[in-house]
């Protein structure tokens, strides 16, 4: 596609519920971000995946927390037993994987946890 | 520690003015790449400009250019003739490859 594509754009759910948010790179990105934004904060870095390596996880704030992704394509962020805590901004980035480069943003999931 | 502090959290300028925004930066690494990222209203976040720790000359884009300190660890945005459009959270970055470590940012308001 010709960007980065996040759905859904707004996503309500009650405490304790599941949630599953979707990210489409850039076709023929290998590297593929997730970072969560808090209300008034800066990114906080979740996961990264490039190619077939095995992802860094070193960001997931638990266990709760969990992202997939199939080959160079979708990926999907799942938040099990939400809470309110979780309620923020998360945002999806692609590249092309190498060192130093841009990255291309989706435009974000508001998630609000009630 | 590998922290990213962004010390003004609003700025404002008016229309056609030069504003800088500053971002200091911990790191124990030599080698990394510095950059500022552009969130609108729409917030999808935007590259400024790139700076790679091992070049001493600072990078320019246009209106934008920034002032690098390596050895004080300071990295600071200079928008020159600012517009409206210029309006945004600015973010200060700096990382690798994969993870990058951002800063609280500012929020620059231009105003006519």
């Known amino acids: 596609g010709a960007g980065v594509s996040q759905s859904p754009s707004n996503k309500v759910t009650e405490k304790g519920k599941d949630v599953e948010l979707r990210c489409d790179p850039i076709?023929?990105?290998?590297?593929l971000y997730w970072y969560r934004q808090r209300l008034g904060q800066g990114l906080e870095f979740l996961i990264y995946?490039?190619?077939?390596?095995?992802?860094?996880k070193s960001g997931l704030p638990s266990d709760r927390f969990s992202a997939e992704r199939t080959g160079e394509s979708v990926s999907t962020l799942t938040i099990q037993r939400t809470q309110q805590e979780d309620s923020a901004v998360y945002l999806c980035?692609?590249?092309?994987?190498?060192?130093?480069?841009?990255?291309?943003f989706g435009s974000g999931t508001q998630l609000s946890v009630l | 520690a590998q922290t990213v502090t962004q010390s003004q959290p609003e700025m404002s300028v008016q229309e056609a003015e030069t504003v800088t925004l500053s971002c200091t930066y911990d790191?124990?690494?030599?080698?990394?790449?510095l950059f500022w990222y552009k969130q609108p209203p729409s917030r999808q976040m935007i590259l400024v400009i790139r700076?790679?720790?091992?070049?001493?000359q600072n990078a320019t884009e246009n209106r934008f250019s920034v002032n690098f300190q390596k050895a004080a660890k300071s990295f600071s945005l200079k928008i020159s003739d600012s517009q409206l459009g210029d309006t945004a959270m600015y973010f200060c970055?700096?990382?690798?490859?994969?993870?990058?470590?951002f800063g609280r940012g500012t929020q620059l308001t231009v105003w006519p």
């Open positions: 790191t124990s690494e030599n080698n990394y790449y």
């Open positions: 980035a692609s590249s092309r994987g190498q060192e130093g480069e841009k990255l291309f």
């Open positions: 995946f490039q190619g077939n390596s095995a992802p860094d």
């Open positions: 700076q790679e720790a091992y070049k001493q």
């Open positions: 970055a700096r990382g690798t490859l994969g993870r990058l470590y």
């Open positions: 076709s023929g990105h290998t590297a």
